[in-house]
């Protein structure tokens, strides 16, 4: 992966890892009592933190070099969608308590998904020693 777009992965991962921190954290003092609204924040901060981590991970192995870039970008792709859809999506509805409309919610679900499949296929694409 080049230089450029691991730098693109990395401050994208920052910036979603600290809003998912936050809004983690004002679900739960600042959303009162509404429990789903809470849970929609939760949710998203859940699945926010795991895949800001996996695209972390990804661009570090894009690093190494030893692996399909291709893969590794389409990966990377597919959860950064899935966090602006499936993250972002749940986030609009625990805050501004609205839906968006449309599949958003549920296609940046099926990106998380589609990126770990990427990822298994990354992975045997890997070269060199190994245990």
């Known amino acids: 992966m080049g230089t450029r777009l691991s730098k693109l992965w990395i401050s994208f991962a920052g910036l979603w890892g600290a809003a998912a921190v936050a809004i983690g954290a004002y679900s739960t003092h600042g959303l ?24 972390l991970v990804l661009t570090a192995l894009g690093q190494l070099g030893k692996g399909s870039q291709k893969l590794g970008v389409l990966a990377c792709s597919c959860f950064a969608l899935g966090l602006v859809l499936f993250t972002g999506g749940l986030f609009v509805k ?7 409309g449309g599949p958003f919610i549920p296609v940046g679900g099926s990106l998380y998904i589609l ?17």
């Open 32 to 55: 009162g009592d509404d429990e789903i609204r809470v849970l929609w924040a939760q949710t998203g901060s859940a699945y926010g933190l795991v895949h800001v981590l996996a695209l």
């Open 115 to 131: 990126g770990w499949l990427v990822t298994a296929v990354y992975g045997f694409t890997f070269k060199g020693k190994g245990f």
């Open 94 to 100: 625990a805050l501004a308590d609205i839906s968006l």
